[in-house]
Nanobody, 118 residues
Framework: QVQLVESGGGLVQAGGSLRLSCAAS????????MGWYRQAPGKQRELVAE???????NYLDSVKGRFTISRDNAKNTLYLQMNSLKPDDTAVYYC????????????WGQGTQVTVSS
């Protein structure tokens, strides 16, 4: 049973920083892609950043230069360093992990709230 457990969310003032972590367990295979998604009230879930097992990254345009995604494959942990936070970054952030083996196997964490006050 694959489990993804996020931590590190909270309340921060605009301009501040937070670091999200996602600890993965229960998979017999390494994850080909891991990423962070977010969903604000009344909006669709959107991809914030993702990283492949080889280290290739992809970011939402609005977070480029402010957020950095990284992963520690030995610890099966995903990180998101968020700097220069804005009120528009307020959302529930979800960890996602995918295995590409014949078909795509996708897993989600329970989410962690990030609130940025102005």
């Amino acid at each position: 049973q694959v489990q993804l457990v996020e931590s590190g969310g909270g309340l921060v003032q605009a301009g501040g920083s937070l670091r999200l972590s996602c600890a993965a367990s229960g998979s017999r295979f390494s994850f080909d892609v891991m990423g962070w998604y977010r969903q604000a009230p009344g909006k669709q879930r959107e991809l914030v950043a993702e990283i492949t097992s080889g280290g290739t990254t992809n970011y939402l345009d609005s977070v480029k230069g402010r957020f950095t995604i990284s992963r520690d494959n030995a610890k099966n942990t995903l990180y998101l360093q968020m700097n220069s936070l804005k009120p528009d970054d307020t959302a529930v952030y979800y960890c996602n992990a995918r295995i590409l083996f014949g078909r795509e196997y996708a897993y989600w964490g329970q989410g962690t709230q990030v609130t940025v006050s102005s």
